[in-house]
Structure formats: C-alpha cells, structure tokens
C-alpha cells in the first residue's frame, strides 16, 4: 500500500471508529476529504475483506433497532436504509423476516406506549397518522387502530 493509500485507509478506520458506516457513507466521506476514486476503491476492499464494512450485517442490526427501540415500520426502516446506500437485496432481506403479526403486535404496543386509546375519532386520527409517520403501512396501521378501539368498548 502506497502512503496516500496508508493515509486514506488511515483516515477510513478512524471515520469507521466514531460510528458504523455504510460502503455507500464510507465512499462518500472519504470523496468529501478529496481521496482519490482509486485510493477509495482500494480502500473499500481491504476493510470488507477485513469484514469492517458489512452493508448486509449493517442493515439487519439497524432495522432491529428501530423496530425495537423507535417502533418504526416497514417501510420507514427501507426509505432509511436505501437513503444510507443499502442495496435492494440487503433490505428485502431484513424486511422479509418482519412478518405482519410482529407488526401488528409492535403497532399496538407503540399507540400503548402514547396512551392512545382510540376511544374518540380525534384519538383515532393521531393514532394512525403516528403509526403511517413510523413507517407502517397504512392497513395496517387502520387494522391497529380498529383493533384497539375495539379493545377499548369491549373494556
């Protein structure tokens, strides 16, 4: 490895090791410090040899997270990813393993967690624009709020 490659391998480790990155983020930072597109491809390679870049990995973490600390959706968890350079293929595969009863049971827990019951037309209306902003599809988020409020004049 030449010294500008030593230096801008450097410069990626150190980037690498204030938070996870995407190949996508990776290659973009390192372009916004003026690494040159060959020093960058050379780069890239040697740290998803060495396994420090893993879109796939990557993209299976970030999703459980926010599904489990931030009750995001379906769909909001794939707009993030594709918006950080996650291929296709990596999304469909953490979103694949998501099924619609774990939504569902995730979307109930999250309008708990708000308090919204949905015992009135107004609670039922913030109910579903806050699981539609979360990423949930809109279905689903009417199947939600329908469940809840039946829950609630059956209590």
């Not at 010294?3 to 990626?12: H, I, K, N, V």
């Not at 931030?70 to 707009?79: N, Y």
Request: aromatic share 6%; with cysteine; proline share 1%.
């Amino acid at each position: 490895m030449s010294g500008r490659e030593q230096d801008a391998y450097e410069l990626a480790l150190r980037a690498l090791s204030y938070k996870e990155r995407t190949e996508s983020e990776l290659r973009t930072w390192l372009a916004e410090r003026e690494v040159a597109e060959v020093e960058i491809e050379e780069v890239i390679a040697l740290l998803m040899e060495a396994g420090a870049i893993d879109d796939a990995a990557f993209a299976r973490r970030y999703a459980e997270d926010k599904r489990n600390l931030a009750g995001w959706g379906p769909d909001r968890i794939a707009k993030a990813l594709e918006g950080r350079g996650i291929a296709r293929e990596h999304v469909e595969a953490v979103l694949g393993g998501d099924d619609e009863e774990a939504q569902l049971e995730r979307a109930v827990g999250l309008l708990g967690d708000r308090g919204l019951a949905c015992e009135s037309e107004r609670e039922r209306e913030r109910a579903l624009r806050l699981l539609v902003r979360r990423g949930y599809p809109l279905e689903l988020a009417y199947e939600v709020v329908r469940s809840v409020a039946r829950l609630t004049d059956a209590a």
